[in-house]
C-alpha cells in the first residue's frame, strides 16, 4: 500500500490518501494521529480599547491595512520601480533622489514629483497609473482578519462608516464591491485625488468625512496603520486606534505615539459585539 502525504490537512485516523497504487483501503492507526495542539486565549484587550470602542458614533477606516491587504499578491514595490522607471523612460531620472527611488513605496515617488511638478499633467498621469496597479491588485488582495464581519457588526449597532485613505476611491469601491460591503460605507469614500499636497499626514480627507456627516472628532475613530494616520487623524482632533499585523508596524505606530494598537481586530469585534448586548 502506498501512502502519500495530504499537503496541509491534519492527519486523523481516516485520512488515507488513495491512488491507483493502493491495494487496501484500511484507515491509518488511530495511534498515529496526535491531538491538536489547544487554540490560545484570546488576548486581552488594551484598556483604553473599550473607552475608544464605546465613545465611537462614526469609525474612519484606512484601506490598505485595516481592511485588506491590498497588495499581498501584487507587489508595492515592483509597483514603485516601475513608476521610477517610467520616469527614467522619459528622461525624468533626476526627479527623484536615490532615497526616494530606493523608497520602494509608490506614494513616496508620486508625492515627489508633485512636490517638484505641482498640478501638472505629469503628475496626473502618474497618479493614474498608480491608481491602474491598484485596481490590478485588487483581484489579489488579502482581507484583513476579522475586517469584514466588524464593519457589518459596526454598521448594524448604528455606527456610521468612513473610508479616509491615500489610495484611489475607484479602488477602494472595487474591492468592497468584491465583498458585499459598498453598502456599509455609501457614500462616503474620501480617498486620494490630483491634489496630491492633501495626501495623510494631511488631514483632509478626514476632515471631508466627518463634514459630509455631521460628526465632531470627539465621536469619531480613526482605525490606522501607519504614522502618517495616526497624524493626520491627530491634526482633526480624531481618537485614533492602530492596527499592526506584525511587530515593525506596531513599533511603529508606537514611536509615532499612538496610545492603543491592536495585533489583530478579533478583540474590537468582540467588544463591539459586547457593547451591543449590554
Known amino acids: 500500500m502506498v501512502r502519500r502525504p495530504l499537503g496541509n490537512h491534519h492527519v486523523g ?8 497504487e493502493t491495494t487496501r483501503t484500511d484507515a491509518v492507526k488511530a495511534e498515529t494521529w496526535t491531538e491538536p495542539e489547544p487554540e490560545p486565549e484570546p488576548e486581552p484587550e488594551p484598556s483604553d480599547l473599550r473607552d475608544l470602542i464605546g465613545n465611537a458614533r462614526v ?15 501584487h507587489s508595492a514595490e515592483r509597483v514603485a520601480g516601475d513608476l521610477a522607471s517610467w520616469l527614467e523612460g522619459r528622461g525624468l531620472h533626476g526627479l527623484l533622489t536615490d532615497d526616494e527611488r530606493e523608497s520602494l513605496d509608490p506614494h513616496v515617488v508620486l508625492r515627489a ?19 491602474q496597479e491598484e485596481l490590478r491588485a485588487t483581484a489579489s488582495a488579502m482581507p484583513t482578519p476579522y475586517a469584514d464581519p466588524l464593519i457589518r457588526t459596526l454598521t448594524a449597532v448604528g455606527i456610521r462608516l468612513a473610508i479616509t485613505t491615500n489610495n484611489s476611491p475607484r479602488v477602494v469601491r472595487g474591492y468592497l464591491a468584491s465583498r458585499g460591503l459598498v453598502p456599509c460605507f455609501t457614500p462616503h469614500f474620501y480617498g486620494r485625488t ?43 482632533g480624531v481618537p485614533f ?38
Open 13 to 20: 485516523p481516516d485520512t488515507l490518501l488513495v491512488t491507483s
Open 59 to 73: 469609525v474612519l477606516w484606512d484601506f490598505d491595512g485595516p481592511i485588506c491587504r491590498l497588495f499581498a499578491g
Open 113 to 131: 514629483v508633485d512636490r517638484r511638478h505641482p498640478g501638472s499633467d505629469l503628475v496626473a498621469e502618474l497618479e493614474e497609473r498608480l491608481t
Open 194 to 236: 490630483q491634489e496630491l499636497n492633501h495626501l495623510k499626514p494631511h488631514p483632509h480627507c478626514i476632515h471631508r468625512a466627518l463634514n459630509a456627516i455631521g460628526a465632531a472628532p470627539a465621536a469619531a475613530l480613526m482605525i490606522g496603520d501607519t504614522p502618517s494616520d495616526l497624524l493626520a487623524a491627530r491634526a482633526a
Open 241 to 278: 486606534l492602530g492596527y499592526a499585523r506584525n511587530e515593525q508596524k506596531g513599533k511603529l505606530l508606537s514611536d509615532a505615539g499612538a496610545g492603543t494598537v491592536v495585533g489583530s481586530l478579533e478583540p474590537v469585534l468582540r467588544l463591539v459585539r459586547e457593547l451591543r448586548q449590554a
